[in-house]
């Protein structure tokens, strides 16, 4: 069952008084920073891959200090990477639904955590942040070919006030590993009840994300989890966010040295 309470955010939804901004929702102007790394992938080459481990974190803002626009869709493309999921442990994202948590996964099909901080408020008032969410994000390989589950976790209440979420939060989202000339792109579109809870307004604001790598012989071969094709002495991480208000695309990406 696919959890996502929303009582207490409906109320506060209720009771707040909205107050009007002059710009309205798609005059909304967000700014993105991308940073990230791929380690071990100096030296490879298509002919030699070299196993590497990815990390990728990312901020949103708004350039006149509003609340940002949500984001829909996002495509991460990690210049020069291989991904071969299809021979490692993996986790049925219908199981991983029904269940809530990652306990009906195989340990071996957890690959990294993260997570993401979250600003949220009324749609006619941009200026609106009152409400926060703090996810935990668990990162897990998926029983299908080039899938791999993005599974969030936001609790009501916990010892640090800044790891709670207005909401209750507890469902993955399935996202695909595409295939691109300069690498392969994480690609997933956001569900309509974490972009808008109790109609809503959600904004991701930060991301912090690290996957590691695995590695098995397959046929005699090795084969790693994810693999670099293509790093002399750089390569780019880049992400195309699609803002959901007006489909606009905007591209931000950052270079990554190629190391050891």
Do not use: W
Not at 112 to 140: A, F, H, M, W
Request: aromatic residues 6%; contains cysteine.
């Amino acid at each position: 069952m696919r959890k996502f309470l929303v009582p207490a955010l409906a109320a506060l939804a209720i009771t707040a008084v909205a107050v009007p901004v002059a710009l309205a929702a798609g005059e909304q102007v967000n700014v993105y920073k991308v940073s990230g790394s791929m380690t071990g992938a100096k030296g490879a080459t298509a002919k030699s891959p070299k196993p590497v481990s990815l990390a990728f974190d990312y901020t949103t803002s708004e350039k006149n200090g509003l609340r940002p626009s949500p984001v829909s869709k996002y495509s991460i493309l990690f210049g020069g990477l291989k991904v071969n999921n299809t021979p490692f442990a993996g986790c049925n994202v219908d199981e991983l639904t029904a269940a809530g948590n990652t306990s009906v996964c195989p340990k071996a099909s957890i690959m990294g955590s993260g997570r993401i901080v979250n600003e949220v408020g009324q749609p006619s008032n941009l200026n609106d942040k009152s409400l926060y969410c703090y996810l935990e994000l668990t990162l897990v390989n998926s029983t299908k070919k080039d899938h791999f589950l993005l599974f969030l976790k936001g609790v009501q209440t916990a010892p640090d006030p800044k790891k709670t979420c207005v909401t209750q939060v507890s469902e993955p989202i399935d996202a695909k590993f595409v295939k691109k000339s300069g690498g392969s792109a994480l690609e997933f579109t956001v569900p309509p009840n974490l972009l808008h809870p109790a109609s809503l307004d959600n904004a991701v604001t930060n991301v912090q994300s690290k996957l590691k790598n695995q590695s098995k012989k397959v046929k005699g071969k090795k084969v790693s989890f994810f693999e670099s094709t293509s790093c002399k002495k750089t390569q780019k991480i880049s992400v195309t966010f699609t803002q959901e208000s007006d489909g606009s695309k905007q591209t931000a990406s950052t270079p990554t040295k190629c190391t050891k």
